[in-house]
């Protein structure tokens, strides 16, 4: 039994999954919606692509069909975030407020764990297989195939996008202990978010710093998208690796520092 603990949170995910899908599939017409505008929004950033390059060759040194990879990994990430995180951690927010949190601490397994994973908006996955159609279209504009070393480093560096940017909701999200309006995040992350569809490369060195450790953005979308277009260095995916493994044992820490303010439903 105790060698199956560290799946646990993938078995509870895929549980949640499930029950998800079936409420979900209740409402098929949310499919179309979500369709639509998912449609809405890759319309609109090709047509601020095009229209950046029918004056320029290249933005920074980097072409159209590698920006087109930078898009395709913005809604890929922007897919997983509306499906997993972000509700989550609304979620979360709304039972701190409430007082309702006493729910998920009373429950065997780890809170941080059912926390995370416990709401899933299946229906968003339609922008993760939109982000994945134009990754593969954009992959093809560049004229060559992506090897199986490639393919695994962007994995990686997905799989730590994704995980600092988990964690930085999580730890924005576990101020509602301390601040009970907090919901406020969820537009301004939203906001920020949108830079994303850049790679931080072309900002000022300012904003480059601010993009890649105050709000991860860089970690999330451009270093994945530099793995595919033969960008990324070891040196850069080692500091991902780095940053990613310091902001997740920080965040446990601050979880646990949190939970000893939330005084539940009874106080």
Request: hydrophobic share 55%; charged share 10%; with cysteine.
């Amino acid at each position: 039994m105790a060698g199956r603990e560290p799946l646990r949170p993938f078995v509870l995910a895929a549980r949640f999954f499930r029950i998800g899908a079936l409420n979900e599939l209740q409402y098929r017409a949310n499919f179309a919606i979500q369709v639509f505008q998912s449609a809405i929004a890759l319309g609109t950033g090709l047509a601020v692509l095009a229209l950046v390059f029918s004056q320029t060759t290249a933005l920074n040194g980097w072409s159209e069909p590698e920006l087109l990879v930078v898009m395709g990994v913005h809604i890929l990430m922007g897919g997983l975030i509306g499906m997993v995180i972000q509700p989550n951690m609304v979620r979360l927010m709304e039972d701190i407020r409430r007082g309702s949190l006493d729910f998920v601490l009373t429950k065997p397994d780890d809170a941080q764990v059912l926390v995370s994973v416990r709401d899933i908006q299946v229906w968003q996955a339609v922008d993760g297989l939109t982000g994945a159609i134009v990754i593969v279209f954009a992959v093809a504009q560049l004229g060559g195939a992506v090897g199986l070393g490639q393919a695994l480093l962007f994995g990686l560096a997905f799989v730590l996008g994704g995980l600092t940017i988990y964690c930085f909701w999580l730890i924005l999200t576990v101020g509602a202990f301390w601040v009970v309006r907090i919901d406020q995040i969820v537009e301004l992350f939203e906001g920020v978010y949108q830079s994303g569809r850049w790679p931080v490369t072309i900002y000022p060195g300012w904003l480059q710093v601010s993009l890649t450790f105050l709000v991860p953005i860089a970690f999330a979308v451009t270093v994945p998208a530099q793995a595919l277009t033969g960008r990324l260095t070891l040196g850069t995916l080692a500091l991902a690796a780095g940053f990613a493994i310091g902001l997740m044992a920080f965040t446990r820490w601050w979880w646990r520092f949190g939970l000893r303010r939330y005084s539940g439903a009874s106080a």
